[in-house]
């Protein structure tokens, strides 16, 4: 059974750091890019950062790069959105996504506000 599990969200204030998580399991995580996306409400869901199947490579959507980092980890199985400097437009819930078989996690929300 396929599972992307998203951990790590919560409220930060604008300027302030957080770390998400995704857990995946049922697939050969190895083999797979990774993605981040995104969606706020009212909005459609937008791609965020993606990293390769042996994470050398890595790309980020012009409003976040620069402060996200997308990383992964093959042996555990696990991929990260390292996000710093967060602005308020930034609230949205955070997917995490499996390039090979274009499988979604069930979010988690982030929320940016004072």
């Known amino acids: 059974q396929v599972q992307l599990v998203e951990s790590g969200g919560g409220l930060v204030q604008p300027g302030g750091s957080l770390t998400l998580s995704c857990a995946a399991s049922g697939f050969t995580f190895s083999f797979s890019g990774m993605n981040w996306f995104r969606q706020a409400p009212g909005k459609e869901r937008e791609w965020v950062a993606g990293v390769s199947s042996d994470g050398r490579t890595t790309n980020y959507q012009p409003s976040v790069k620069g402060r996200f980092t997308i990383s992964r980890d093959n042996a555990e199985k696990m991929v990260y959105l390292q996000m710093n400097s967060l602005k308020p437009e930034d609230t949205a819930v955070y997917y995490c996504?499996?390039?090979?078989?274009?499988?979604w996690g069930q979010g988690t929300q982030v929320t940016v506000s004072s």
């Open positions: 996504h499996s390039e090979r078989l274009g499988y």
